[in-house]
């Protein structure tokens, strides 16, 4: 297919009821690992950078690597910044190929994120991309070990309505008892409340933090209205687990243990396709 924007790939996620997984990336093992898994399970894919991992990597390095491939791929794939908390990196993500931005104006007072958000809006939109960004505040920080979830900064759908109003955003994320990184005790997510919001919103809704939830989580989830679900803690894991019973066998070199990495990667993010309803919709 080729790349393509965020809107256009949620679009057919939203209006058939299935996500779209969006798969942080921190190196080229995971590019490659994501976008394998993409093409065996003829999936859609979004393929995320997150700005707080951006000092493990050499994004001018690795941002003309991964449009290059998206666009050699034969399944939609999106190019996705994500949690963008300054305007110098959103508007530097425009420059380095990126397909859409998530503004994240969640820790800031709710006036603050429309004005910032509808701004922004404006600028990326005016480049042929398209925005995400967040209402209420999702538990936790992006890269966390793990984290408690607020029923206080949970999204309200009659808030929500307005805030999609007036940003003219094509995807908002909610925080609706979900959190990044592994949860400390047993997640109990709000499905009537993202009903609610989808019905007053209308637009795709995107689900951070999902390491750690369960398939019947992710299943009710989208039938509520999720249409794009942020997955990365799940990936490391695996990854890490994979290498350290690998080295257990003695590998000849380096090159073999970050093959092992990439594979694990890959079979974690088949898995979550297939639960995400994604699979065979490339």
């Known amino acids: 297919m080729a790349l393509v924007t965020l809107k256009e790939i949620l679009e057919d996620a939203d209006r058939r009821g299935y996500a779209v997984g969006s798969f942080n990336m921190v190196s080229f093992g995971f590019l490659n690992g994501i976008l394998e898994a993409a093409e065996e399970e003829r999936s859609p894919v979004i393929l995320s950078v997150a700005e707080v991992h951006l000092p493990h990597m050499d994004i001018e390095q690795f941002a003309p690597v991964a449009v290059e491939s998206a666009k050699k791929a034969s399944v939609p794939v999106a190019f996705h910044l994500d949690h963008g908390l300054h305007f110098e990196i959103i508007i530097r993500a425009i420059k380095w190929g990126f397909t859409s931005v998530m503004y994240d104006g969640s820790s800031l007072d709710y006036e603050e994120n429309v004005k910032n958000t509808e701004l922004l809006s404006r600028i990326v939109k005016a480049a042929g991309l398209s925005i995400e960004a967040e209402l209420g505040r999702v538990g936790g920080e992006e890269g966390s070990?793990?984290?408690?979830?607020?029923?206080e900064f949970f999204t309200d759908p009659e808030l929500a309505e307005i805030f999609v109003d007036r940003t003219n955003i094509d995807a908002l994320a909610v925080a609706v008892g979900n959190a990044h990184g592994f949860y400390k005790r047993k997640p109990k997510l709000d499905f009537e409340r993202i009903k609610k919001i989808k019905e007053r919103c209308g637009i795709p809704l995107v689900l951070h933090g999902g390491s750690?939830?369960?398939d019947e989580d992710f299943i009710r989830a989208i039938r509520m209205g999720i249409s794009k679900v942020n997955f990365f803690t799940?990936?490391?894991?695996?990854?890490?687990?994979r290498i350290k019973?690998?080295?257990?066998?003695?590998?000849?070199?380096?090159?073999?243990?970050?093959?092992?990495?990439?594979?694990?990667?890959?079979?974690?993010?088949?898995?979550?396709?297939?639960?995400?309803?994604s699979s065979g919709r490339g």
């Not at 019973?245 to 898995?271: H, Q, S």
């Open 212 to 214: 750690g939830l369960s």
């Open 245 to 277: 019973e690998f080295i257990k066998t003695d590998p000849k070199g380096y090159e073999w243990i970050a093959l092992e990495a990439k594979n694990a990667i890959k079979d974690v993010v088949r898995e979550k396709m297939r639960i995400f309803g």
């Open 145 to 151: 070990e793990g984290a408690n979830v607020n029923e």
């Open 234 to 241: 799940g990936m490391t894991y695996a990854a890490v687990q």
